[in-house]
């Protein structure tokens, strides 16, 4: 029996592609080129009101890539055993989140956009909501 590991350092930070253009920049995400799965889901968070916390769970098979669209934040990333801040604020990095990672979105900026590409369509089952149910499931999960 092999334990199906899932640590931060598996959630890397991406420099994305940037067309320079004095009249304005353009990042391109594309599916099959850019990202390392299936694009199913794109959605974003905006009109964050200052002081507030997103997130605060984990996903048991999503993966993610997060990008400050615009403004800046911090992603908190808990893998059960180790944690790391990872800080967003610039439009041409992506930080990847693979399945089995706690995130807290915190210390948004004013305007911020975090946008999110994700692996697949939302499913309310794919959450782990409560830490620690997650550490458990951190514990518990493995393949042959
Ligand atoms: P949630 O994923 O908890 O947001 P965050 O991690 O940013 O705090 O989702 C908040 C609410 O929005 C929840 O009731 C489910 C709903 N939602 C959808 O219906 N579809 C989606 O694709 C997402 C991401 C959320």
Redesign the pocket.
């Known amino acids: 029996m092999r334990k199906l590991v899932s640590d931060i350092n598996c959630c890397d930070l991406y420099e994305l592609s940037k067309i320079h253009n004095p009249a304005g920049n353009i990042t391109v995400v594309q599916p099959t080129v850019h990202l390392p799965f299936r694009l199913r ?1 794109v ?1 974003y ?1 905006y009109d964050v009101p200052g002081g507030s916390e ?4 984990a996903h048991k098979n999503l993966y993610q890539l997060i990008v400050a669209a615009s403004g800046s934040f911090d992603v908190l990333l808990d893998d059960g055993r180790n944690k790391k801040v990872v800080y967003l604020n610039r439009p041409y990095y992506g930080l990847m989140i693979v399945p089995g990672i706690w995130r807290e979105i915190v210390n948004f900026s004013s305007g911020a956009i975090c946008l999110v590409l994700a692996s697949d369509k ?1 499913n309310v089952a794919d959450y782990l909501r409560d830490y620690n149910e997650f550490k458990q499931y951190k514990n518990d999960t493995s393949v042959i």
Do not use: D, F, N, S
């Open positions: 889901r959605y968070l997103r997130g605060g769970h939302y």
